[in-house]
């Protein structure tokens, strides 16, 4: 039982990571920007926790810079995709070089160093003596019920119960509709695409102060991608995307498990199942169900820059 | 008279170009200043860049044995590109090629002259299989290819330090984390540069001929601008798509092999060195043109050396990361405002 209790505690913690991350996708790609600058963001979100938590020795410092930080690129990573309309791809395999080349050159002095404090479990009263289950799910830091529970309730309240959500998704499918019907194509884009980038900045800091929690170069580890290959999965919506991410949280405390209890699988084995996994959860149901293509689809005018006089 | 800009569908190449060189500039410029911001004395690091690396033949050489996979790793995403495909995991067919070569080489025996044919079949092998599966969902089930090659990096880049530090440690206890040494070297083509220089170069060559002059590399070129205007004419898409993508993988895995043949000589983590995803970089700088891929292999060998001389002066390989994503995004606005121009027009009439 303890085992199955171990396992799901990491889950929900690795999850965490994937899933804020994969949240800021939804938001830039629902309206209508492919974000690959996921991993650079991530990177810089968790150098930027560390280094905070280091000098405040309060996580809740790190992880609201770490924010503050993936904000500020976002809003330049926004202004140059939707407003300048450079091509999306190159931008973003642009923040990922620059975010992971700047924080690892950043993070020499850091590397190594245990975050001197970190996101701990809060106990929630009667709740966390509930038997088999309550250790588990009622004793997680402030963060996991936020990621898992109230930010994607709250998003898909937004996206799919509000006029404000089908004018964004309206963005997404068909910029020029939205446009004619008086929504404001690239206002809108900006703000998403900025908000995304805090989210995916935020799941690096995370990632530095609950889950490792140290920085090491190449600790995001491929997470970013991961998340952007989640939100395929998920169908471009928030629920799936934190049940995705939920799931690979599972995988990657299955390899934990697998190194510390020593099975005849070796160590970088283990490690490849994350990312096989993926590719598998994002071929396999399009291959099995062709039915999934339609109701899976991404936003129609993803990737696409919107000028308006070329209606 | 008023004036305003008026964007066009397509820059001309010669605006396109000097923004090109002007992105280029400003984004290094741009990183010196932020050197500059850390203490570091950009112009002086600049000027022992520029010393070392053309004040000798020594320098030219270590540039040479960079440029090599650099452009292999570049044609291999232009190739892919000139269909519409993004290959993003030149870094993992890398791998995978030297994987392949360096498998080869060790387990079967032979006379180099034999074995080092082999090899770089081994090596093509390597990559083209590691792109099937990315290959064939995009062709079949319309899978973003750009991501699903991409995660197969981390699986390759596993894979090797798994073999380099595990089954195939090299049992001589020489070295630490890597194979034993490979019997078979490319010979040397000029000072420490091996004949995998001239052989990319001349792949790139015959790769560029085989887009611009033969029936294919037409219908590739339609296909990867316009797929609709290709499967309208009869065009098939998919296997040209296919094809296409399978030898974007070879040619990365070739680099790989040339790699562990020609200058690392031993499989371990970490042989490829970004080369991969510089591939992509260098691919961009080109404009998707295969032959452009050379020169533009060039600048990023220079780049990528600078880093390397620079080591002692606290810039590193993760710093240059850092610029070369800063020229790419650089290179990214300046490509779009290229499309722009300035026009003075009278006011529409009332």
Redesign the interface.
């Known amino acids: 039982m303890d085992l199955i209790a171990g396992i799901l505690h990491t889950s929900l913690l690795a999850g965490g990571v994937l899933a804020l991350a994969a949240l800021g996708e939804v938001l830039a790609e629902r309206v209508g920007v492919v974000n ?1 600058g996921v991993e ?1 963001l991530m990177a810089l979100g968790a150098i930027t926790g560390i280094a905070a938590v280091v000098t405040t020795r309060s996580p809740t410092a790190g992880f609201a810079l770490a924010l503050a930080v993936g904000f500020v690129v976002g809003m330049v990573f926004a202004a ?1 995709t939707v407003y ?4 999306q ?3 973003g ?13 950043v993070g ?1 002095t850091y590397s190594g160093i245990p975050a001197p404090a970190t996101f701990t479990g809060v106990e929630i009263p009667y709740l966390s003596s509930i038997p088999l289950i309550g250790q588990v799910l009622f004793t997680q830091n402030v963060l996991v019920y936020l990621i898992y529970i109230i930010l994607p309730v709250m998003l898909h309240v937004l996206m799919f119960r509000t006029r404000h959500g089908l004018n964004l998704r309206a963005v997404g499918e068909n910029p020029a509709a939205a446009d004619a019907a008086g929504i404001a194509v690239q206002r809108i884009r900006f703000w998403y695409v900025t908000a995304g980038a805090a989210l995916a900045a935020g799941a690096g800091a995370y990632l530095t102060l609950a889950f490792v929690p140290s920085w090491s ?1 190449g600790v995001v ?2 997470r970013g ?2 998340a ?2 989640l939100v ?1 999965f998920a169908g471009y919506r928030p629920l799936n995307a934190v049940l995705a991410a939920l799931l690979f949280g599972v995988i990657t405390s299955l390899g934990f498990v697998g190194q510390a209890r020593n099975w005849p699988i ?1 160590a ?2 283990l ?2 199942l994350p ?2 996994g ?2 598998a959860f ?2 396999v149901p ?2 099995a169900w062709h039915r999934m ?1 339609q109701v899976m689809a991404a936003p129609a005018a993803l990737g696409v820059p919107y ?1 308006r ?1 070329l209606r | 008279m008023a004036i305003r800009l008026q964007r066009l569908p397509s820059a001309s190449p010669a605006v396109a170009l000097a923004a090109r060189a002007i992105a280029i500039l400003l984004a290094l410029v741009t990183a010196g200043l932020l050197l500059a911001a850390s203490g570091a004395q950009p112009l002086k690091l600049a000027q022992q860049v520029l010393k070392s690396t053309f004040g000798s033949g020594f320098g030219l050489e270590d540039v040479g044995l960079l440029v090599t996979p650099l452009i292999l790793t570049g044609l291999s995403v232009a190739v892919a590109l000139r269909i519409g495909a993004w290959n993003i995991g030149a870094e993992g067919q890398f791998y995978a090629g030297a994987f392949a070569a360096t498998g080869v080489a060790l387990f079967i025996p032979g006379p180099s002259i034999v074995m080092l044919p082999l090899m770089f079949i081994a090596g093509a092998l390597g990559g083209l299989i590691w792109i099937l599966v990315p290959t064939l969902a995009r062709a079949y089930a319309d899978v973003s290819e750009l991501i699903t090659t991409l995660l197969l990096n981390f699986v390759a880049t596993l894979l090797v330090y798994y073999v380099a530090t595990g089954p195939w440690l090299d049992p001589g206890g020489h070295a630490l984390a890597t194979t034993a040494r490979l019997k078979h070297d490319m010979p040397e083509f000029i000072g420490i540069v091996h004949w995998g220089f001239p052989m990319a170069i001349l792949l790139a060559v015959i790769t560029a001929a085989t887009f611009s002059f033969t029936r294919w590399g037409y219908e590739v070129r339609i296909a990867g601008s316009n797929p609709q205007a290709a499967k309208y004419a009869g065009m098939p898409f998919r296997r040209h798509l296919i094809v296409v993508m399978l030898l974007s993988g070879a040619i990365a895995g070739i680099a790989g092999m040339l790699e562990v043949a020609g200058t690392v000589h031993r499989l371990q983590g970490g042989i490829s060195n970004n080369f991969g995803y510089l591939g992509i970089m260098v691919a961009v700088l080109a404009r998707g043109s295969c032959i452009g891929v050379i020169a533009g292999a060039a600048l990023m060998a220079v780049i990528l050396n600078s880093g390397i001389i620079l080591q002692t002066q606290g810039v590193n390989t993760s710093t240059v990361l850092a610029i070369t994503g800063l020229i790419l995004f650089f290179t990214a606005v300046g490509d779009e405002l290229a499309h722009f121009r300035i026009v003075s027009s009278k006011p529409a009439e009332a």
């Open positions: 690959l650079g140059i300048l309309r450079a091509n791809v190159l931008c395999l642009a923040l990922t070089l620059m975010g992971t080349g700047f924080a690892a050159t020499k170069e580890a491929g991608w991961i952007v290959a395929i070796a970088p084995v490690s490849m990312y096989l993926t590719i994002i071929v399009v291959v293509r000028y006089d």
